[in-house]
C-alpha cells in the first residue's frame, strides 16, 4: 500500500523570482508581439520565435498558454485602456 510509504512526493514550489521571470518573460514576449502588429499570440510565425522560447522556458507549461487570454482581451480593447 502506498499509505505509509517513506518516499516524499516531487514536489516543486514555485518561488517569487521564478513568477517574476515568467511575468518578466510574458512582458517581453507581447511587447515584441506588439512591435510586429500581431492581434493573437500563437500565430506570429517566426516573428517573436525567440522571445516566445524564453517566455516557455522561464513559466511553468499551465502559465504559458498559447493564446493568452488577457493579451487578446487588452489588443481588442486598446482603445478603451488608452482613453483612460
Request: hydrophobic share 35%; charged share 25%; with cysteine.
Amino acid at each position: 500500500m502506498a499509505w505509509f510509504t517513506t518516499s516524499k512526493p516531487d514536489v516543486s514550489t514555485v518561488s517569487r523570482d521564478d513568477r517574476k521571470q515568467c511575468w518578466e518573460g510574458r512582458d517581453i514576449y507581447f511587447a515584441c508581439l506588439d512591435h510586429a502588429g500581431v492581434l493573437e499570440a500563437g500565430k506570429e510565425g517566426n516573428a517573436c520565435a525567440k522571445e516566445k522560447s524564453r517566455y516557455e522556458a522561464s513559466c511553468a507549461k499551465s502559465w504559458a498558454s498559447p493564446t493568452p487570454p488577457l493579451q487578446c482581451f487588452f489588443v481588442r480593447n486598446r482603445s478603451f485602456f488608452t482613453a483612460l
